[in-house]
């Protein structure tokens, strides 16, 4: 029984480091030319209604601040338009232990066995990162990270490696398998 019982422990500890890391997904157009991206501006400077504002700036300032990191500057009009997207879908997860039985009674006798179900509530967050080619106005790459979130704040460090782990792919490795 204890060893059932830590091998449940060890299934949950795995199962909550895999939520740790958000999953990327990223897709751009082949066609765009993004050599010549050099500069940058917002595709709109207001935080989308229905957002939080605080943490709407949170992950411009990290947009910003990543882009700055690999050489891109801010211009009015720039090369490229950026713009993003935050979410958050709620979902039920149900999970069945399976059935434990017969077990045997401590104090005696082999008694019938019972299933353990576990329902949890949880909330996936995504930011998404749109670009855009300025001077055709069409859109030339997204990225997307989805990963659990708590209602508890989010912190500028974890919007920070959220939006660095999706900006990783911009602008798109030669050859990347998308």
Known sequence: MKARALSLALCTVLMASCTATPQISFDADP???FAHFRTYSWAY????????????????????NALAARGFTQADPGDFAVGFTLGARNRVEVSSLGTY??????????????NQVDVRNITDGTLTIDIYDTASKAPVWHGRATQQVTT???????VDSVVTAVLANFPPPAGAKR
Do not use: C, H
């Open 45 to 64: 400077t207001a935080a989308p209604q229905g957002t939080n504002p605080l943490l709407s700036q949170r992950v411009r300032t990290s947009i910003d």
């Open 152 to 158: 508890d704040q989010i912190s500028q460090e974890k």
């Open 101 to 114: 039985g017969p077990y045997f009674r401590p104090w005696g006798g082999w008694g019938g066995g019972f």
């Open 31 to 33: 066609q765009a030319n």
